[in-house]
């Protein structure tokens, strides 16, 4: 097993549990097709195979179709405020170290109203991963244009087609420092599943970006849409740690949609921050005693 030991849940060699006991029995109640279906399957398989313990596990959501998802995880789990998954999960991590913490939500609720809290889960860089499920449009309100609808694209609140430039979640990421940013497609199961493994074992703040097509209201030729634009990235050591190299790829071929890890640097979490700020702290002269005392009426 290769998890880091600070969230506890490596068991041993031998597997402990099976894919089944991530699942809880209520069904989804997602449209026949829709992405999320492969993105639960794909967090169930990666789950099993860092074998973590579901009872060792918080999923925190925001509101939307996607944001279902903690419902459908025989995990801990809450299905929370429009927008707030963010700071929930961040808020949870740090209130409980040893579990493993993901936030998850669509495109409409990670980068509309719950945009400003990207940037910051980013900079503070505590260790959670965000899984965000992008299908390019507000499924559960009925079809509205969404932060990534692309230019052009005719939806209910956008009759003559929507002149907005589409925001894209990965350049956003990069942009924020993200430590470790990845994208998946619904429609690949086995890559999904590497990738959202490879997310939660990442030691900082994980970023996944998810396409996960909605067919009710984007069609049901978005899967082949999507399929046809893909692209499988493996970029080397020296690349995988270069913003600019994960920049250039993602604007080298317009409309490209590039899969795989895109960018992974190891940089501080918020614990280890916090913690090495406070051993300096302690070791300034004369500055020791009052923290010292401050620190023993707080804490328990
Ligand atoms: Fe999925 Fe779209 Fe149906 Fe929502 S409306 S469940 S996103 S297919």
Request: hydrophobic share 35%; net charge neutral.
């Amino acid at each position: 097993m290769t998890v880091d030991a600070n969230k506890q849940n490596v068991q041993s060699d031998e597997k402990q549990h099976k894919v089944a006991d991530y699942k809880r029995d209520l069904k989804p109640v997602w449209c026949t097709g829709c992405g999320d279906f492969g993105v639960l399957q794909a967090l169930y398989r990666a789950l099993n195979e860092i074998d973590v313990k579901p009872e060792n596990v918080g999923i925190i959501s925001g509101i939307g179709c996607s944001s279902r998802l903690p419902g459908y995880m025989n995990t801990y789990g809450f299905n929370s405020v429009h927008g707030r998954a963010l700071p929930i999960a961040q808020g949870l991590k740090l209130a409980r170290p040893e579990i493993t913490v993901l936030a998850v939500g669509g495109d409409g609720d990670g980068l509309s109203i719950g945009m400003g809290h990207f940037p910051h889960a980013a900079r503070r860089n505590v260790d959670i991963t965000y899984i965000m499920m992008d299908n390019f449009i507000y499924g559960l309100t009925k079809g509205q244009v969404s932060p990534t609808t692309p230019k052009g694209d005719i939806t209910v609140s956008t009759p003559f087609a929507s002149v907005d430039t589409p925001l894209d979640p990965v350049k956003l990421a990069l942009s924020f420092n993200v430590s470790f940013i990845s994208r998946v497609f619904a429609g690949d199961l086995k890559h999904m599943t590497t990738m959202v493994k490879q997310a939660i074992e990442h030691r900082g703040f994980s970023f996944v970006h998810a396409i996960s097509p909605c067919p009710t209201f984007r069609g049901m030729e978005e899967f082949k849409r999507v399929r046809g634009a893909v692209n499988y990235v493996e970029p080397d050591d020296e690349d995988l740690g270069s913003k600019a190299a994960a920049f250039s790829r993602e604007e080298e071929v317009p409309g490209r949609i590039n899969l795989g890890l895109l960018y992974r640097a190891r940089r501080g979490t918020y614990d280890e921050e916090a913690e090495a700020g406070l051993e300096r702290s302690l070791k300034k002269p004369g500055k020791a005693p009052a923290m010292q005392e401050i620190l023993e009426a707080v804490l328990p």
